[in-house]
């Protein structure tokens, strides 16, 4: 089962960096988006706050966990090559990197199209911040901090827990993290609600976080970006930020680039000032999405081949 495992993770990898996520095709975040509304749903209204959110993240751990455990656990019984398409399909969609990089690609297409409010559009999809007010400069940042933040969340972390117990755990993962994104906020509906998800979306990320911060700079080094002022930078600005993993990647990405990046930002019309992340050392531009996404992908390919190695001192020693 682990030799069919590993061949699903680097199988549902490459699938995930020649295709990503075809617009249309059913997949499993959505389905996890919409268990998490419905329970929502049921659960705000009736139970306090902390309760329900916390019964709301312990049902849909359980349920993430167990329901692809159980599918896989048949499925090796049934055949190991219907085991192998299973593992490789969820792997596959547990994984974001072309996603990201597509995402972020339409971005960087519209600047340079000169299209600013195309642009302002196509970033509102990936961040969080109000995006309507920002000029060039301000969305090729928030495009870049995003990359550099979801190489962790996205490619790295996944990678880590589908490494240590296949796509179970990756599931698991998945489940928290898309809790975090869409009841972990800090407002006034959500602040006790998604307290339980947002601190499990941290305790879950700590590790993956930093590995994929040592990780981005080992990238920025082969890409021949400025790999010492990334290593620099992290040292210095890693935590810069109300979360105690999201500075992690955003350093080592201004350092590399030797930009400035963060600093105070609007959500839902009310300013929030952020310390800034590295260094202004040249001004931001937009070929800077381009070279986010070397170290995106620079950074997902020695993921893998750490992984792979790890599961393969795992094979020897049992």
Not at 172 to 196: C, H, P, Q, V, W
Request: aromatic share 10%.
């Amino acid at each position: 089962m682990l030799i069919y495992s590993t061949l699903a993770l680097c199988t549902g990898f490459f699938i995930d960096m020649m295709i990503g996520d075809p617009q249309g095709w059913p997949h499993i975040v959505r389905g996890m988006g919409l268990l998490i509304e419905k329970l929502e749903h049921l659960f705000y209204p009736l139970l306090g706050k902390r309760l329900g959110g916390a019964l709301l993240s312990l049902i849909m751990l359980l349920v993430c966990t167990a329901i692809p455990a159980v599918l896989l656990y048949f499925a090796f019984r049934i055949s190991p090559w219907l085991y192998f398409a299973l593992e490789t399909l969820l792997c596959w969609q547990l994984i974001a990197t072309k996603s990201l990089r597509v995402e972020s690609g339409r971005v960087y297409s519209a600047l340079k199209a000169g299209d600013l409010q195309g642009a302002r559009k196509a970033v509102s999809m990936i961040v969080g911040r109000d995006t309507d007010k920002l000029d060039a400069a301000g969305v090729t940042r928030a495009a870049v901090e995003t990359v550099a933040e979801n190489a962790s969340d996205g490619v790295v972390a996944p990678l880590i827990y589908l490494m240590l117990g296949g796509a179970p755990l990756g599931c698991m993962y998945k489940a928290a993290n898309t809790m975090d994104s869409m009841i972990g906020y800090k407002n006034e509906r959500y602040l006790d609600f998604g307290r339980f998800a947002a601190k499990l979306d941290d305790a879950l990320n700590f590790i993956p976080s930093r590995l994929c911060a040592l990780l981005m700079i080992c990238a920025a080094w082969l890409y021949r970006m400025d790999a010492k002022n990334a290593l620099h930078i992290w040292r210095r600005d890693r935590l810069r930020h109300a979360s105690p993993n999201s500075a992690q990647t955003e350093a080592v990405m201004a350092g590399a680039l030797r930009v400035r990046l963060a600093g105070n930002a609007y959500y839902f019309g009310k300013l929030y000032e952020k310390p800034y992340i590295g260094d202004d050392i040249r001004p931001i531009e937009t070929d800077d999405i381009r070279r986010a996404h070397k170290l995106l992908y620079a950074t997902a390919v020695l993921m893998l081949l750490f992984s792979l190695i790890a599961r393969g001192a795992l094979y020897v020693t049992i």
